[in-house]
């Protein structure tokens, strides 16, 4: 059973940083990619990032292209997410995601889900 949990959220000012963290539990990784997705208050999940497990090959959102970067740590089982120059619109639940094989940028496509960490950005 594949277990994600998300951790590192909180409140930050704009301009400020946070890591997020997800640790994956459950079966080997390899082959898997990792999505990060987020989702404000009243609108739909949306794709941020996302890497591959087995190369760590990263892929980028174009809203957060130059301030988010998405890393791996295999001996952990952790994914993370640096995100830096945070703004208000980043403001959001934050979800780690997995699935076997390539990413996607469609929530539908991934088949574990983590509970969701809360990023607020005050202005």
């Known amino acids: 059973q594949v277990q994600l949990v998300e951790s590192g959220g909180g409140l930050v000012q704009a301009g400020g940083s946070l890591r997020l963290s997800c640790a994956a539990s459950?079966?080997?990784?390899?082959?898997?990619?990792m999505g990060w997705f987020r989702q404000a208050q009243g609108k739909e999940r949306e794709f941020v990032a996302a890497?591959?497990?087995?190369?760590?090959?990263?892929y980028y959102a174009d809203s957060v292209k130059g301030r988010v970067t998405v890393s791996r740590y295999n001996d952990k089982n952790t994914v993370y997410l640096q995100m830096n120059s945070l703004k208000p619109e980043d403001t959001a639940v934050y979800f780690c995601?997995?699935?076997?094989?390539?990413?996607?940028?469609?929530?539908?496509?991934?088949?574990?889900w983590g509970q969701g960490t809360q990023v607020t950005v005050s202005a």
């Open positions: 890497i591959t497990w087995s190369y760590g090959i990263t």
């Open positions: 459950g079966r080997t990784f390899s082959g898997w990619s």
């Open positions: 995601a997995a699935r076997w094989g390539r990413y996607y940028t469609v929530p539908s496509e991934y088949e574990y």
